[in-house]
C-alpha cells in the first residue's frame, strides 16, 4: 500500500532547486531527530514508527517516492514502507526506474550508497543502505518523477546523512527498547526468584507428599502466573491448581505430560505447556510438574526456573523419605531399646549416667528412665564402667568386663558389663554406651543344670547297682521268711527277725539310691504329722540309742499336711540317725510340731507362698556345722561321716519330699553349739482319710501253671521253690526269649506269667504282650526294682499287676493269688 506525504506550504507553488532541496532535508531531518530524541514506546515498535515518520517528512520535498527495504530473520529483502509525494501521481517508483529493486540489493549487501542510474543529469534514485549494530539492516531509497530536476552531488549527501542519522536513531531505538525489556525481564525474574525462594521454604516445610505436592502447584501457578499448574507422582500423589480453586487432575493427563529420556530434571517448554520430571532419590522420574500459560509462551529463564522449582520438589520429596526412613529406624531402634532384656546404659566417660532403658532400671534398681533423680552407681559398676571407658579409648573397640558379687539394693548380684565410645555430632566428648546384663539367675541356672547332669550320671549308676541289690535283698527277705516259719527256738525267730528288719533298712536304702536322678513317684495322703511322729517315737528311740534323751513336743491341733507318709517316716528316722550321729558323747534330740504362719517377706526367701504352715523342727545339741557344710548338706552323696558310715542320701531325700509337697526345709547350725532343721509343709483343710486295713484272708493253695522269668539265677529259684510250696506248677526261663520259647513247646495251659521287667533282651513287658498274644486270657504279674507300675499299660486292661522290689515271699503269693482270682 502507497501512503501520499503532504507537501509543506513553500513547496506547493512549483519544484525546489537541487541545493535548497538538499538544505530543506537537512533541515527536516534536525527537526525530525529533535522531535524523536526522547520519544516513548507507541501502538507500534519503536523502529516501524520511526522508519514512517521518516519516509514522510523526506517524501514532502526530498523525493517524490520514500521506499524502506528491509532484512528478516531469515536474510530475505522485505518491503517495510512506501510513501508517495504530493506531486508524484499514481506508479510504482520501481516502474519509474528501472533496475532499482536490483540496486537496492545491491546496496544492502555492501552498504554503499549509490545513485541511479548515475549522477548527473540522469539520476531519478539515490539508495542508501541502513546499518544497526553493525550488520545490514535495510535500505533506503529516495526516487524522482521524471520532469523533477535530477539528484547531484549534494543532494547524495544530505540523503546519506538523513538516512544514516534513521538508522543511528532505530539502532538507538531499539537498544532503548532492549534495555526495557531486559528490565522487565530482570524485574520479572527477580520476582519469580523471590516466589521460587518462598515456595522452597514452602516445599521444604511440608510434612508429606502431599503437602509437598500442594505446595509444588501453589508455587508454581504463582510464580509463571499460570493457568493451570499440575504435579502428577507415581505413587498416587495427584495434585492440579487450576485458575484459583484446587481440584484433581483429569485422567491421562500423565500420559500427555511426559518427560523425555535423558532429560533429567531439566523443564522443557512445549507450546502452552511447561514440563520438568521431579525425582526423589528414585532411579528415573518420580513425578511430573507441568504448569500451562495460554496468554505467551515460556522464555529460557522460565524453563530454567522450572527447572529449579521441580529440583526444590524433589529435594523435598528425597529429604522426606529419608526423614521417614530415619523415623522409621528410630521408631525401631527404640522399640528395641526398650524392649532389651538387658540394661542399657548411656554414661559420661566419668561413668555419670545420662540415660538408661527400663531392663536398666530393673537391673540397678534405679528410677525410671527420664527421671530427674540422678541414680546411684554401684561402686563395683563405676569402677568397671572406668575401666571399660579407659579400654574403650586404648583398643577403640567394644570393651567387656565380668563383676561378682556386687550389691544392688540391698542384693548380691552377678553382672557382665561391655562398653563402647560413640562420638555424638556436636559433642566435644564422646559418650560411652554401656550394656549390663545381671547374669545371677543364668549362672545358678547352669550350676543347677550341671549338677541335675551330675546328679542324672550318679542315678544311673545308682540305679543300676540298686537294681542288683533289689535282688539280694528279696532273697534275704524271701529265706527268711521261710526260715522263720519252720523254726521253733524263739532266740532263732528274734535273729531272724532282725535279719529281716536289716533287710527292710536295706530296702530303704535302696529306694533312695533309685531316687537320685529321677523324679519319684509319691503317694501323697492327709495325715497329722504329730500322730506319725508320736506312732514311731519308739523306733525313733531305739535308733538314737540311750546315750541320746529324746524330747517330744507335738501339737496335736498343728493341722493336716498332704505328704507320702512312707517317705515323711524315712526323712524323720534320716534326720535323728544324723542328729545320734551328730552326738557320739550323747545329748539330746527336740523334735517339735507346731503351727507356722510364713509371711510374705520369708515366703520369697524360701521360694514358697505365704501362710500357714505346719512345721516340724528337730534340734540336736551335737557338734554342729560350719557355713561350708551346710552350703552342701542337702547335697547327694554329700556326708561328713567318713567311708562306709554315711551315704548322704537322707538329707537329700528330705529336701526332694518337702519341695514335692510345696514346703521348704531350712537349717541353722553353728560348731560345738548343735543343729537345727525346719520342714515347713503347707497346713491343708481337707480331712484325715484313715483306711482300716482288713486281716487279709488265708490264701487258698494254687492249682495253676506258672511261668517265671527272672534273669538272676538266686531269685529265680527262690521264686519257683515259694510258688511250687503253694501248689503252683512252675516253668522257669533266664531270658525273655528262653520264657517265649518254653511257652511255645508247653502244650498245657500257662495261666499266669512272673516276669522281671529288665530281662537284658526282651523286656518283661514285652514278653507279656507276646503270650497275651498268643494264649488269650493269660495274666502277669511284673516286678521291678527300679520301675514302676507304668510299664503295664501295654497289657490287656484287668490281666496284669506290678510288685516292686524287694518283696516278701507272702507278697509274691497274694500277688499271684489275686490275679488269678480275679474278675475282668
Known amino acids: ?342 540394661g542399657i546404659l548411656e554414661a559420661s566417660t566419668d561413668g555419670s549416667p545420662r540415660w538408661w532403658n527400663h531392663a536398666a532400671e530393673r537391673v540397678l534398681g534405679w528410677p525410671a528412665p527420664g527421671s530427674a533423680v540422678v541414680p546411684e552407681v554401684p561402686a563395683a559398676l563405676a569402677r568397671a564402667i572406668d575401666d571399660l571407658a579407659a579400654e574403650a579409648r586404648v583398643g577403640g573397640g567394644p570393651a567387656l568386663r565380668d563383676l561378682v558379687d556386687v550389691e544392688v539394693r540391698g542384693r548380691v548380684r552377678d553382672l557382665t558389663t561391655s562398653a563402647a565410645l560413640v562420638a555424638l555430632p556436636e559433642q566435644a566428648d564422646p559418650t560411652l554406651m554401656v550394656l549390663i546384663d545381671d547374669v545371677t539367675d543364668h549362672r545358678q541356672l547352669k550350676a543347677e543344670v550341671a549338677h541335675a547332669q551330675q546328679m542324672e550320671l550318679r542315678g544311673q549308676v545308682a540305679s543300676s547297682v540298686a537294681h542288683d541289690f533289689n535282688n539280694l535283698i528279696t532273697l534275704i527277705t524271701g529265706y527268711s521268711e521261710i526260715l522263720e516259719r519252720s523254726l521253733g527256738d524263739d532266740d532263732l525267730a528274734e535273729m531272724v527277725r532282725d535279719i529281716q528288719a536289716t533287710a527292710s533298712r536295706a530296702s530303704r536304702l535302696t529306694a533312695q539310691l533309685q531316687s537320685i536322678g529321677r523324679a519319684e513317684e509319691l503317694e501323697p495322703v492327709d495325715l497329722v504329722p504329730a500322730d506319725v511322729i508320736r506312732a514311731n517315737a519308739e523306733v525313733i528311740e531305739r535308733v538314737v540309742g540311750r546315750d541320746v534323751e529324746l524330747e517330744l513336743a507335738l501339737e496335736d491341733d498343728a493341722g493336716v499336711v498332704r505328704v507320702d507318709a512312707a517317705q515323711f517316716e524315712q526323712m524323720i528316722l534320716n534326720l535323728a540317725v544324723n542328729a545320734r550321729d551328730a552326738m557320739p558323747d550323747g545329748g539330746s534330740l527336740r523334735v517339735v510340731v507346731g503351727r507356722a504362719q510364713v509371711t510374705a517377706e520369708r515366703a520369697g526367701e524360701l521360694g514358697i507362698v505365704p501362710g500357714p504352715y505346719v512345721a516340724v523342727t528337730v534340734a540336736d545339741t551335737g557338734v554342729g556345722m560350719d557355713e561350708e557344710t551346710m552350703a552342701h548338706c542337702f547335697d547327694a552323696f554329700f556326708t561328713t561321716k567318713g567311708p562306709l558310715r554315711g551315704t548322704g542320701l537322707g538329707l537329700a531325700s528330705a529336701r526332694r519330699l518337702v519341695d514335692a509337697s510345696g514346703g521348704a526345709i531350712t537349717v541353722r547350725s553353728a560348731p560345738g553349739v548343735g543343729t537345727t532343721f525346719e520342714a515347713l509343709f503347707p497346713l491343708t483343710r481337707e480331712a484325715v482319710v484313715v483306711e482300716l486295713s482288713s486281716a487279709a484272708p488265708t490264701p487258698t493253695r494254687g492249682f495253676a501253671t506258672v511261668l517265671v522269668a527272672e534273669d538272676d539265677d538266686g531269685l529265680r529259684r527262690l521264686m519257683a521253690q515259694v510258688l511250687s510250696r503253694n501248689g503252683y506248677e512252675v516253668l522257669t526261663g533266664a531270658t525273655g526269649e528262653e520264657a517265649l520259647a518254653i511257652a511255645e513247646r508247653y502244650e498245657g495251659p500257662i495261666d499266669l506269667l512272673v516276669s522281671d521287667v529288665v530281662l537284658g533282651g526282651m523286656t518283661g513287658a514285652e514278653l507279656a504282650c507276646a503270650l497275651q498274644g498268643r494264649r488269650a486270657g493269660m495274666r502277669a504279674l511284673l516286678t521291678s526294682g527300679t520301675a514302676d507300675a507304668s510299664v503295664l499299660e501295654g497289657l490287656v486292661p484287668g490281666t496284669g499287676a506290678f510288685l516292686p522290689k524287694p518283696f516278701r515271699p507272702s507278697a509274691l503269693i497274694e500277688g499271684v493269688h489275686d490275679l488269678l482270682t480275679r474278675r475282668n
Open 1 to 342: 500500500m502507497v501512503r501520499r506525504a503532504t507537501p509543506p506550504e513553500s513547496a506547493r507553488a512549483g519544484d525546489v532547486d537541487a541545493p535548497e532541496r538538499a538544505a530543506r532535508l537537512r533541515g527536516r531531518y534536525v527537526d525530525f531527530r529533535a522531535a524523536n530524541r526522547h520519544a516513548g514506546p507507541g501502538p507500534r515498535s519503536g523502529s516501524e514508527a520511526l522508519v514512517d515518520a521518516f519516509a514522510a517528512l523526506a517524501a514532502e520535498e526530498f523525493a517524490d517516492w520514500v521506499v524502506v527495504d528491509v532484512m528478516d530473520v531469515d536474510g530475505a529483502t522485505v518491503r517495510a514502507q512506501l510513501v508517495a509525494g504530493p506531486r508524484s501521481g499514481d506508479g510504482d517508483p520501481l516502474d519509474v526506474v528501472p533496475g532499482l529493486a536490483g540496486v537496492v540489493d545491491r546496496v544492502i549487501a555492501s552498504g554503499v550508497t549509490e545513485a541511479w542510474p548515475t549522477s548527473g543529469p540522469d539520476a531519478r534514485a539515490v539508495v542508501v543502505g541502513l546499518r544497526v549494530k553493525d550488520r545490514a539492516f535495510g535500505a533506503v531509497g529516495f526516487v524522482l518523477r521524471p520532469g523533477r530536476a535530477p539528484y547531484g552531488a549534494s543532494d547524495v549527501v544530505a540523503a546519506e546523512e538523513a538516512a544514516w542519522g534513521l538508522a543511528s536513531m532505530i539502532e538507538r531505538r531499539l537498544l532503548l527498547d532492549e534495555s526495557r525489556q531486559a528490565l522487565r525481564a530482570t524485574q520479572r525474574m527477580a520476582r519469580q526468584l523471590h516466589q521460587l525462594f518462598a515456595a522452597t521454604m514452602n516445599v521444604s516445610g511440608a510434612r508429606d507428599e502431599a503437602e509437598v505436592a500442594a505446595a509444588v502447584v501453589q508455587s508454581a501457578r504463582r510464580v509463571f502466573d499460570a493457568d493451570v499448574a499440575v504435579i502428577d507422582l507415581d505413587d498416587g500423589g495427584v495434585a492440579a491448581w487450576i485458575g484459583r480453586g484446587m481440584a484433581r487432575a483429569t485422567p491421562g493427563l500423565r500420559d500427555d505430560l511426559t518427560v523425555p529420556p535423558g532429560s533429567g530434571e531439566r523443564a522443557l517448554a512445549a507450546g502452552e505447556w511447561l514440563v520438568a520430571g521431579v525425582g526423589g532419590g528414585a532411579p528415573g522420574h518420580r513425578g511430573v510438574l507441568a504448569v500451562r500459560r495460554r496468554a505467551s509462551g515460556f522464555s529460557s529463564e522460565d524453563v530454567e526456573i522450572a527447572t529449579l522449582l521441580a529440583q526444590a520438589a524433589s529435594a523435598a520429596l528425597e529429604s522426606r523419605a529419608l526423614a521417614r526412613g530415619v523415623e522409621r529406624s528410630e521408631a525401631r531402634l527404640r522399640a528395641l531399646v526398650e524392649a532389651a532384656p538387658i
